[in-house]
Each structure stands twice: as structure tokens, then as C-alpha cells.
């Protein structure tokens, strides 16, 4: 009988018996335990609850150990002191909540309490302490965040929980319509959470997300794009993606302050400025609806344009970076101006220049930082050359490079290199998006390798030329300017990037410009 048969067959006594030597089962972490014993052996009741113990029936290992507990605030605070640990007080007279730092670890405790939802999409308007674990758990989101861990092994399950993780389907704790309305940001964790787990969206789930799209205007750019880069290198993202798509919540608005200003020194995260109250609409990502059930040619691709895209999507590696290019790399196909039917067949010529113009004005409302929109945006629109030159035998791949080199999007022959290969693994995800095996990107691998090659060769800016202190000397007083001639030399092909070759061009450049004055 393996792990999760175990826990079906157990669901009816609502309990898992929690075996600490027992590997596959994980352990519950010894600092959290320790925080329950101490709360216990001062009469109150504590428990593990949450994320933390969805992941330890999952056998996973758990990233961080939330606790609830009757004992309040000032309670656990004094409990916590006893022991000889350190607290912060996170907001705990209104939130109940206490941050206990345990060898520079920290675990978050909670009074159990009741939240009571307003005007805010995210965050509950009042918040009372209440006297029972299962008026504690009923308050949370899904089913399987709704799960309590006792020191002595019991799981308390009192929505079917556990029913759920058996059989990987993601529920709300009560009505849907209702859980999303109380926190929109629920609606992004939910996608979030399929991706991650690789469950499937309970029917009543789903039905239940549309009835608060309209909540969604009043949360954050900052919680949503969060939500969104938590979903994207997930290890299930394509489910994720879909659910996000094809509910429609990708064609809501978030909202963020206007003007959006920085105090000097502070993080983003911590000093939006809002002007009388006033806030800019945010599109989430609109531009992505187009691809669902969009035609491509059959010779080419097996799926139409949004699977391709979730296909992409999962087959390449988990990066922030290039799981946003995988999702945008298409975004531009079935647009105007770009989508044709020539002799019965559908074309999009262009879609990688239009969908790396698409891609700009998505990282610029965004708010993403300059550099990466400009790694992103130069993957789509330089993926179509790659697989072009990857695939040409006779296409002059040199040029290209010294193309690349002079165009000021790198900023070093090292920086190049990598783009390159972030490149090929983008073009390398698309063929196996396309419906080909791995074996078939074999081709663009050693592509890739051997422009690699051709990177560490190629200078990029002055930094990159392999010359000594000869070629300085060899260059005064004009050396600003016999250094760009080098280097605009060695981009165009005709000077080496040699020490002895620079040198020598270094004398006659200088001769040359001694007979000019």
C-alpha cells in the first residue's frame, strides 16, 4: 500500500497517524514542534496547520511551518519568552499574529480567529479571536490549506481534505463564490496551487471564480504579479495557465497607485505612493486569449496556438526569465496585420516582431524591471531568426553575431554568450512544444554551442578585446578613439581578436592618424 492510499483509507476516522521515524512520511520540524510543546505545556492548544501540512501528506518537504493556537497574542509572546525566544509582534493585536524567530528561523503563530470581509479584495476588514480549531480552519481557502498537525500525529480534517489530496482536485473550504469574494487574490492562488500541485479545478471551483472578477480591480499589481512568477516556474504550469485563461481572469484589471513613486532606499514592495487616493488600472494579461483554439498549420504544429504556447510553457526550464518569454514567445500569431491564409494555409510572418512589441507593453504596465523586459523581449523576437539560422546550412551565422555584437543589447561578450543560450533553450522548448520528442532538438543543441563559441570570440564592447598594455601605449594620446576602431574592426571580420593582430593594427592606426594631422 503506498503513501496515498494510506491516507484514503484513514479518511473516514479523520486522522493520520504521524510516525517521526517513518521517512516517508516526513517529520514535522523540530523548532515548530518545539513551539507546540511549549504552548501545550501552558494549557493552550497549537498545532501545525496549512501549506505545511498539505506538504508533509504530500511527502514533501515543507518550505516554512505556520502554527495556530488558542493562546493569545500576549500570551504566546510571554510563552515564547519563557523559552528563551525571541518575538515579533506581526501586527498580533489586530491579526493575531506573533513571528517567533527560532535560530534565525522564522515561524509564524496565530490565535485561532474568524475574518470578516468588506471593501478590501484582499485584506479582512475585522478580524475576531475565536475558541475552536474547526471555526479556525473553516475561515481558509481550500480544502487541503484546511488541514491541522498535533505534536502527537493527529490530522484534524473537518472539510474532506484529505479526500482531496487523494484525489488531487483543489476545492474551497465552502461555497466558492463566497471564498473568491472575500479575497480575490484567492482566485490567483488557486491557478497558483494547480500548478504547483498538479491537481485538477473542482466543477464548483471553477464555477465560483467568475463571481468575483469583479473584486479583482481593487487588488494589487504588486500580490498579483507575485501570484503570477509563483505559477510560471512551477513544475505543473501549463494547468495553471490554463485555468487562468480559460476562466477569463486573465482579461481582468488589477489596480496600482498613481503616480507610482520610490522613496530613495526603499524597496518597491514597501513605499508605493498613492496622489488623493487615485490608482491606475492594470491589465493582467489580455493578450493571450487570441491564442485559445487559434488554427496553425499541421505540418508544423500539432496543437493550435494556446496548447502550443502551455506546451512551451512546460517544456521549458523553470526560470522566471524564460518561462515569460515560453509564454509570449507566440503571443503575437492571429494578430492583424500578421495573420494570413495563403493558398488555404494559415502564416503568421511577423508574429515574432509584433509579439516582442506585445511583450514590451506587457513588462512596461507591469512595472518589470528595464533589463529583464529587454532579455524577454529580445528572446520572441529573435526566436524565428534562430531556428532560421539553426536550420539554414548556408546561412551566414558570422554575420548575424557581429549583428548581435553592434547592437547594443549586450553588454558583454560573457552577457551575449548567455543569451544565447537562453535562446536556444527557448527554440529548444518550441520544437518540443510543436509535439517532437527531445531527440529532435538535438540539432539546435550543438547550434547553440558552437554560437557559444563564436560569443567568446566576439567583443562586445571595447572590455572584450584580448589586447596588453602595448596597444594602450601603442594608441596615445588617441586612445578612446583607436579603441573603437579596433573594435569596429574586429565586428565587421577584418582584424583577429589577437593580441599581436590588435597591437600590430594598433601602430598603423596611429601611424594613420599622425599623417592625417
Not at 496515498?4 to 514535522?28: P, S, T
Request: aromatic residues 8%.
Amino acid at each position: 500500500m503506498n503513501f496515498m492510499d494510506d491516507i484514503k483509507e484513514q479518511l473516514l476516522k479523520k486522522e493520520f497517524e504521524y510516525d517521526a521515524v517513518d521517512a516517508d512520511r516526513g517529520k514535522m520540524d523540530r523548532n515548530a514542534s518545539a513551539i507546540i510543546g511549549a504552548l501545550e505545556n501552558s494549557g493552550y492548544e497549537a498545532y501545525a496547520v496549512g501549506g505545511c501540512v498539505r506538504d508533509l501528506l504530500l511527502a514533501k518537504a515543507p518550505h516554512d511551518w505556520d502554527i495556530t493556537t488558542s493562546a493569545k497574542p500576549e500570551e504566546i509572546i510571554s510563552v515564547m519568552g519563557r523559552n528563551g525566544w525571541k518575538t515579533v509582534d506581526g501586527a498580533g493585536r489586530r491579526f493575531g499574529t506573533v513571528i517567533v524567530v527560532i535560530n534565525h528561523i522564522a515561524y509564524e503563530v496565530t490565535t485561532f480567529r474568524n475574518e470578516f470581509y468588506g471593501q478590501d479584495s484582499h485584506r479582512p476588514e475585522n478580524i475576531t479571536f475565536s475558541s475552536t480549531l474547526k471555526e479556525d480552519l473553516s475561515r481558509r481557502d481550500f480544502t487541503v490549506n484546511a488541514l491541522a498537525l498535533g505534536r502527537d500525529g493527529v490530522v484534524y480534517d473537518y472539510f474532506d481534505g484529505i479526500k482531496d489530496l487523494g484525489n488531487k482536485k483543489l476545492r474551497t473550504v465552502g461555497k466558492a463564490e463566497e471564498r473568491f469574494r472575500e479575497d480575490a487574490l484567492r482566485l490567483f492562488r488557486a491557478c497558483r496551487f494547480i500548478g504547483q500541485l498538479d491537481f485538477m479545478a473542482d466543477k464548483s471551483l471553477v464555477r465560483g471564480m467568475a463571481s468575483a472578477f469583479d473584486r479583482v480591480s481593487g487588488l494589487s499589481l504588486e500580490r498579483v504579479r507575485e501570484e503570477v512568477e509563483k505559477l510560471l516556474v512551477s513544475p505543473f504550469v501549463a494547468r495553471g495557465l490554463d485555468l487562468l485563461v480559460r476562466t477569463g481572469l486573465n482579461e481582468c484589471s488589477c489596480r496600482i497607485p498613481r503616480p507610482f513613486l520610490l522613496r530613495p532606499g526603499l524597496k518597491e514592495s514597501t513605499c508605493r505612493i498613492r496622489e488623493n487616493g487615485r490608482t491606475e488600472a492594470v491589465k493582467i494579461l489580455p493578450e493571450l486569449s487570441h491564442l485559445v483554439d487559434l488554427p496553425q498549420q499541421k505540418k508544423f504544429h500539432k496543437f493550435d496556438g494556446w496548447y502550443h504556447t502551455l506546451a512551451v510553457v512546460n517544456a521549458a526550464p523553470p526560470t522566471l526569465l524564460l518561462r515569460w518569454a515560453a509564454l509570449l514567445h507566440d503571443v503575437g500569431k492571429g494578430m492583424p496585420g500578421v495573420r494570413r491564409i495563403k493558398d488555404g494555409k494559415y502564416t503568421d510572418y511577423g508574429h515574432d516582431l509584433k509579439g516582442a512589441e506585445m511583450a514590451a507593453e506587457i513588462f512596461r504596465r507591469w512595472r518589470f524591471p528595464a533589463a529583464f523586459a529587454k532579455r524577454v523581449v529580445w528572446l520572441v523576437e529573435n526566436h524565428m531568426r534562430y531556428h532560421y539560422f539553426a536550420n539554414v546550412p548556408e546561412a551566414n551565422v558570422e554575420k548575424w553575431l557581429r549583428q548581435l555584437a553592434r547592437g547594443k543589447q549586450f553588454s558583454s561578450s560573457a552577457d551575449m554568450k548567455e543569451g544565447i543560450g537562453e535562446l536556444t533553450a527557448l527554440c529548444n522548448a518550441d520544437i518540443i512544444g510543436c509535439g517532437k520528442g527531445e531527440n529532435a532538438t538535438e540539432g539546435h543543441s550543438s547550434f547553440g554551442k558552437y554560437m557559444e563559441e563564436l560569443c567568446q570570440m566576439m567583443p562586445v564592447t571595447t572590455k572584450d578585446l584580448r589586447y596588453d598594455r602595448r596597444v594602450i601605449d601603442a594608441l596615445r594620446p588617441a586612445v578612446a578613439d583607436g579603441m573603437a576602431n579596433l573594435l569596429f574592426r574586429v565586428q565587421n571580420g577584418t582584424l583577429k581578436n589577437e593580441e599581436e593582430a590588435l597591437l600590430d593594427a594598433a601602430v598603423r592606426y596611429r601611424r594613420r592618424h599622425n599623417e592625417d594631422e
